[in-house]
């Protein structure tokens, strides 16, 4: 089995664990007091969460978990962007490592093929004037029966497209993320917002959206609105999404 090891995964600047077991690294991440960046990596989540509390499923040796948590210094109503810049910076890293198919399901999903590689949970809170915001990734790594058992749905393995081990990509994934911050801190949205338009796996196709409130609308996937939003042309006109899922595409 490739062995988690912090040691292997250290990036300049950042405190980096690595846990055998623990609820949740977003979790703990969350509450602690975090002076400098911070990545903590898990082999066995008991209480691992996705979006909107749905639980994420990993099995020990074959999945990717971990979460990243820095200060951002942007303004509340940009934070919900940074879903979107995350991904961006998984896209780069795994493209980078040699998945090369790799693209991003608005707003939070990472596919392969067109099916699920991973997801990214964004969590934030107020600390010292500042928005301490950690960023999990889970990513499914290696081929498991169980998983594929549990989650009933197309998925796809990290280790089909590239040749690293664990360690590697999670220090790939961890460095592009600080990177991509770093830009979004210094520029917002629009500094990586035509790079996410670019890895879009759904440009141009014709979708449906469950909001919130669940509703569903159709239409054509027009790329990201200032915010983050997901733009459709549908009949009526062009209409932002900022909060709800993807549950069916096709060629427009």
């Keep these: 089995m490739d062995v988690l090891d912090a040691s292997q995964i250290a990036l300049r600047g950042v405190d980096v664990r690595v846990l055998e077991r623990c609820t949740s690294t977003n979790s703990l991440l969350l509450e602690s007091a975090v002076r400098r960046p911070a990545l903590l990596a898990c082999e066995a989540q008991t209480a691992g969460r996705g979006r909107r509390g749905r639980r994420w499923h990993s099995v020990p040796g074959r999945s990717i978990t971990f979460s990243l948590a820095c200060a951002v ?30 693209s991003l399901k608005w707003p939070n999903d990472l596919l392969a093929g067109g099916a699920k590689l991973g997801g990214i949970l964004v969590e934030t809170r107020s600390q010292a004037g500042a928005t301490h915001a950690v960023i999990g990734v889970g990513l499914n790594f290696a081929p498991s029966r169980a998983l594929a058992r549990r989650v009933r749905r197309r998925i796809a393995y990290v280790a089909d497209h590239v040749k690293a081990g664990r360690n590697e990509v999670i220090r790939a994934l961890g460095g592009e993320i600080l990177d991509a911050l770093a830009a979004f801190e210094a520029h917002g949205l629009p ?54 899922r993807v549950v069916s595409s096709r060629a427009a």
């Design 73 to 102: 210094r942007r303004a509340p109503r940009e934070l919900a962007a940074l879903s979107l810049v995350a991904g961006v910076a998984c896209v780069r890293a795994l493209r980078r490592l040699g998945a090369a198919g790799v």
């Design 191 to 244: 500094a990586l917002r035509e790079e996410w338009e670019a890895m879009d796996a759904h440009a141009g196709q014709r979708l449906r959206v469950r909001l919130a409130d669940g509703r569903v609308v159709s239409g054509v996937a027009a790329g990201l609105a200032a915010d983050g939003a997901l733009r459709l042309r549908t009949r009526a006109g062009l209409r932002a999404v900022t909060s709800g």
